[in-house]
């Protein structure tokens, strides 16, 4: 067989050890692997790149993709459907392996229900926000690297007497900030799915400094609606905003200075949550679902996507784990709230 790989969308670690071990997998099974460069618009454009066993060597502990990503939709581009299954067609592929969050597996999934497009998923997102699977690599790591910030501003913090925000990534979702802020024992997180207001963040904070403690930590999720910021109008080819630019983090350090009177310093963590090397468990995640993957090309079973389920790796169908966001739920914010204040 003849399978082409692609990593599309924000960059994560993992990808790379995904690529070793379908690629492994497939070689292995005597067939071909072609890496897509640079997400859909490989498939777009014709961007391809040979992987053979050389090429996918060294990649477990390796940050990024080697084949480069976009965040390009063939659906929002004029003929951009007709390209990628003309530009598939014309390279002889007999299925892809695409690696992504919601938009490059929504892709997939209309690809494959509206064309018949012979491709499998492989769950990636620092998000987590994925439904139909437990958890997609990248989260553990950028879990690791926001709770180590946490831990060293706890110090800091502690020395100036200073509230700390931290803002951490996670788009529309407060994985991150629940999971990291959990493990850094946050005095207050504020997350898009728990709508607290600023007024009762700050009530919290004045209760734990009347028992005095004299500084507090606060992780904000990008996502959280602060009362009176304006939304971020620069929108992708998926319509998602950059939430970065909102600037959620220093807007709330301002406004718990001016309501509390506590000195307070923001820190936001940005991009370094999505680089570097992967944790163990990433690694072990992101091999098992690249095996996965190559299984399912095996078996021809096109439309599905390898997922986690307890400490199972299972299939589900990409439909269902692009239908909606996984939100936390509500008994992973009483274990965060139990800490509050
Ligand atoms: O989806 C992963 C993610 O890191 C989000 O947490 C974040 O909002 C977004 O990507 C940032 O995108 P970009 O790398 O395009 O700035």
Redesign the pocket.
Known sequence: MRVGILTG????PGLNAVIRAAGRRVMTRGGEVVGVREGWKGLVEGLFEPLGPREISGLLPRGGTILGTT?TNPFKLEGGVEKVLATFEREGFDALVAIG?EDTLGVAARLHAEHDFPVVGVPK???N?LSATDYTFGFDTAVSVATEAIDRLHTTAESHNRVMVVEV???HTGW?AVVSGIAGGADMILIPEQPVSIEDACKELRRRHERGKDFSIVVVS??YELEGLAEADDV?QFG?A???ERGVGAALAREIEARTGYETRVTVLG?V??GGSPTPRDRVLATRYGLKAADLVEERKFGRMAALHGDEIVDVPLAEATARLKTVPPDWWSVAQAFFG
């Open positions: 969308g924000g960059d994560c965040r969050g997102t620092i998000d926000d990534m996670g788009r991150i990008e996502g992708d998602h950059r939430l970065s991009h949550q999505r």
